[in-house]
């Protein structure tokens, strides 16, 4: 089984409709990173999230993490054609927490924005 | 250079041959990483470099793959007698040393076996 589970695996929405991606660990997040993609390009990054609770925005994308650090949400509002592609979580579970740099990455979120 | 830049972009092979991919890292990160993406997949992590220590190869699949880093900036994934399997997105990043602001990752080099 993945060690991050993404759900869902794929989105199909209305521009303007908001939407919510989830990235669950069974074990303590030390940094969680949210990453987009979009066909045949790099990752680019988004957001990181490091303490239990905390909340981060850029624009129409807030994302959180849980108290517990072992979920992430990443919630788009009144979405656009623009927001589509792949998203993908990524998070250091190693160990304590070292945080030297190896993440684990979800499977990705295939979003699609219908105009 | 302003970005990570990784080369070839696409690559296609035939079966039994060896490959090389370049990645060339932002200025100044010390750290680099390679990842493997392929149809399905998440991305899966390949090996890691960091300054002048000992890389974690433990991502690697078999020992038909290897990787170096000179000088502590460019880095070369080799592939011997490359399978079909392996076809796949190859991901380069690059980051500082404290993983703060996230890795920064190149375009990828789309390898097919054929």
């Known amino acids: 089984s993945q060690e991050l589970e993404q759900s869902p695996q794929s989105l199909i929405v209305q521009e303007g409709k908001n939407l919510t991606i989830n990235c669950t660990s069974s074990?303590?997040?030390?940094?969680l990173y949210w990453y987009k993609q979009k066909y045949g390009e790099g990752l680019i990054f988004l957001m990181m999230?490091?303490?239990?609770?905390e909340e981060k925005s850029h624009e129409k994308i807030t994302a959180k993490l849980d108290e517990k650090k072992q979920q992430s949400s990443l919630h788009i509002t009144a979405s656009q054609p623009s927001h589509a592609g792949i998203y993908l979580c990524g998070a250091d579970i190693g160990a304590g927490g070292t945080s030297y740099g190896k993440l684990t990455f979800g499977q990705g979120t295939i979003l699609t924005v219908h105009p | 250079g302003a970005g990570v830049s990784q080369s070839p972009s696409n690559k296609v092979t035939e079966k039994g041959k060896d490959v090389e991919l370049r990645c060339d890292p932002i200025?100044?990160?010390?750290?680099l990483y390679w990842y493997r993406q392929s149809l399905g997949q998440g991305l899966e992590f390949l090996i890691y470099f960091q300054g002048n220590s000992a890389p974690d190869k433990s991502g690697l699949p078999s020992d038909r793959f290897s990787a170096e880093r000179t000088g502590g900036s460019v880095s070369t994934l080799t592939i011997q007698r490359t399978q079909q399997e392996d076809s796949a997105v190859y991901l380069c990043a690059s980051s500082l040393p404290v993983l703060r602001g996230g890795y920064t990752f190149g375009s990828g080099t789309r390898l097919t076996v054929v």
């Open positions: 074990k303590t997040l030390y940094g």
């Open positions: 999230l490091q303490k239990g609770g």
């Open positions: 200025s100044g990160h010390t750290a």
